[in-house]
Nanobody, 116 residues
Framework: QVQLVESGGGLVQPGGSLRLSCAAS????????MSWYRQAPGKERELVAS????????NYVDSVKGRFTISRANAKNTVYLQMNNLQPEDTAVYYC?????????WGQGTQVTVSS
């Protein structure tokens, strides 16, 4: 079955960096677009970044443009989110996502906390 496992979260100071990883299995990874979402306490889940199956097109929510970079290594079945110049507003649980038809697949999430 499809499995997505996030890692790389943690506690970081404002201005710091983290790189999140999502290891995928159970499907032909290179054929699917991938996304990162996040959910902060009391807020709805938000699409942060997405990447096409070949990595050719990448999109970001305005609040992270210029700071975050989504990438993928298809040979490793892994998608990454490089997060630079982190701010307290970036504090959230970050989730890896892919879609097949109308069905959404989610990882378990990884906590990112940016201290004030």
């Amino acid at each position: 079955q499809v499995q997505l496992v996030e890692s790389g979260g943690g506690l970081v100071q404002p201005g710091g960096s983290l790189r999140l990883s999502c290891a995928a299995s159970g499907f032909t990874f290179s054929r699917y677009a991938m996304s990162w979402y996040r959910q902060a306490p009391g807020k709805e889940r938000e699409l942060v970044a997405s990447i096409t199956s070949d990595g050719g097109i990448r999109n970001y929510v305005d609040s992270v443009k210029g700071r975050f970079t989504i990438s993928r290594a298809n040979a490793k079945n892994t998608v990454y989110l490089q997060m630079n110049n982190l701010q307290p507003e970036d504090t959230a649980v970050y989730y890896c996502n892919t879609k097949s038809g109308s069905y959404n697949y989610w990882g378990q999430g990884t906590q990112v906390t940016v201290s004030s």
